[in-house]
């Protein structure tokens, strides 16, 4: 009998007697290349073939795609972070977390020579980057969008106080979210007010949704075409124009971060059967000023009301930033009370002003 065949019987017999059984990683010692956007990575570790799935030096990786990365040795976790993502992997452990949801793993990253190695697509996929496998040249191709060419924020000062120091990008969301949350919303929620109340009263969450993401669509459209125009664009006159200009808006949204995402969920809360609200949950990017909550409320006697719950510029003694419970209306608006940034206190405090 063949000596190999012998061996691995051997291995085998042992393995299933032994009381610890053990599972030995079949590892190729081929060379595999690692390309992103048409550059090709090195690194201080080479990538591996192991049980059929390339695994990478994964701080190289995550890095190279833009994510800030940190190590634990205690609990041998990476963690990367990346706009609005998070990711961590732990050592020997198949579970990914990608803000907070777990992704199963075909290989668990594994330490070799103090290097963190991890599959590479789960990796670049996790922040939205495509990956193909070229067989022939034994090559792992990673692209991704190709990130806009962006001018430093209009007025950085500014942009340190609210949060994006000087990121055109971020005061682009900034604006976007300011004018959809503190603008159009409300003054479209007003001027419709008996449209409104009415799909609050009878709880016709599909209609609200529909109105609501129609309106952050044309915050954002705003936002972009000043946005354009400032960076030297002409404004659409004509038909034709206009047309091109919408055509591009949602490519744009994408590579902007001014996505859907950014309104997390709108539900329907019934305080008792005369008064009802719906609760807008909006994506926390860490902006001052910028809201964490909307509540749409609506009552027989006081008709409809529009809160926010908006984080402040100052901070509290403690250190802990506080978060404004305030109200706009037709013609005013102003803040009610400090409360924490909490969903349920939040609503909480909707009904301590609609309740009577």
């Known amino acids: 009998m063949n000596k190999r065949i012998v061996k691995l019987l051997c291995f085998i017999i ?3 007697l032994s009381a610890n059984f053990i599972i030995i990683p079949i590892m190729s010692n081929e060379t595999v290349n690692i390309v992103l956007n048409g550059e090709e990575l090195t690194f201080d570790v080479s990538p591996q ?5 390339t695994l990478v030096p994964i701080r190289g990786i995550l890095e190279a795609l833009g994510a800030n990365v940190d190590w634990d040795n205690y609990t041998q976790t990476i963690t990367a972070t990346k706009d609005d993502t998070v990711i961590t992997m732990q050592i020997n452990n198949v579970i990914m977390l990608i803000n907070g949801e777990e992704s199963v793993l075909d290989v668990p990253p594994q330490l070799v020579n103090d290097r963190t190695l991890a599959p590479v697509r789960a990796a670049a996929e996790s922040l ?3 990956v193909e496998w070229n067989n022939d040249t034994r090559t792992v191709v990673i692209t991704t969008a190709t990130p806009p060419t962006r001018r430093p924020a209009r007025d950085p000062s500014t942009g340190a106080i609210l949060g994006y120091d000087d990121d055109g990008i971020a005061e682009l969301q ?9 603008t159009i919303l409300p003054a479209e929620v007003f001027a419709y007010a008996d449209w409104v109340a009415e799909r609050i009263k009878h709880s016709n969450t599909d209609a609200i949704k529909e109105f609501i993401f129609e309106i952050w669509e044309l915050a954002v459209a705003n936002v972009m075409l000043d946005d354009m125009i400032f960076s030297g664009g002409e404004r659409p006159v004509t038909a034709n124009e206009w047309w091109a200009f919408w055509e591009h808006v949602d490519e744009n949204r994408i590579q902007l971060y001014l996505t859907d995402d950014h309104i997390v969920n709108v539900a329907v809360e019934e305080f008792n059967v005369n008064t009802t609200a719906v609760i807008i949950d909006l994506l926390n990017t860490n902006l001052a000023l910028l809201s964490t909550h909307i509540g749409i409320a ?4 006081m008709g409809l009301r529009f809160f926010t719950l908006e984080r402040s510029l100052g901070f509290l003694e403690d250190g802990i930033i506080p978060y404004m419970f305030c109200f706009i209306t037709a013609d005013s ?7 924490e940034n909490d969903r ?13």
């Open 14 to 16: 042992f393995a299933f």
């Open 49 to 53: 073939i192991i049980d059929n799935r």
């Open 128 to 130: 939205n980057a495509s």
């Open 174 to 182: 900034f604006n976007a979210r300011h004018l959809f949350e503190q």
């Open 298 to 301: 609506y009552n027989e006697i």
């Open 333 to 339: 608006r102003g803040t009610i009370s400090v409360i």
């Open 344 to 356: 349920q206190a939040f609503i909480d405090a909707i009904g301590s002003i609609m309740l009577p």
